[in-house]
C-alpha cells in the first residue's frame, strides 16, 4: 500500500506541475527571477509547487524548476521547464 502511494503521490505531483507551467506558458507570464510559492489541489489533495525561476543565455527565455510537496510536506517530484518572453 505504501508503494501505491508513493507512485500516486509522484503521478499527481507531476500533474501539478505540468499544470503550473501550462498556465503560465497560456497566460503569457514572465516571471522574475528567484523563489516562490505556490499551492494547489489534484486528486481531492493540497499541494506545495516551489518555483525557482533562473535566467538562461538567451534573455527572452528563463528556466522554470519547479518542486512538488504533498499535503504532509513530503517531496514527490520535480519539473524543470522553459518559458519565453513573447511580450
Not at 5 to 12: A, G, N, Y
Not at 25 to 33: A, D, E, H, I, V
Amino acid at each position: 500500500i505504501i508503494q501505491t502511494q508513493s507512485v500516486r503521490d509522484r503521478t499527481l505531483a507531476h500533474w501539478v506541475a505540468q499544470n503550473h507551467m501550462a498556465n503560465m506558458r497560456l497566460t503569457k507570464q514572465w516571471p522574475s527571477n528567484g523563489n516562490q510559492n505556490y499551492t494547489a489541489k489534484q486528486g481531492q489533495q493540497a499541494w506545495q509547487i516551489n518555483q525557482q525561476v533562473t535566467d538562461t543565455p538567451n534573455a527572452n527565455i528563463k528556466r522554470i524548476e519547479l518542486t512538488m510537496f504533498n499535503a504532509s510536506g513530503d517531496f514527490s517530484g520535480s519539473l524543470v521547464g522553459y518559458v519565453t518572453n513573447e511580450r
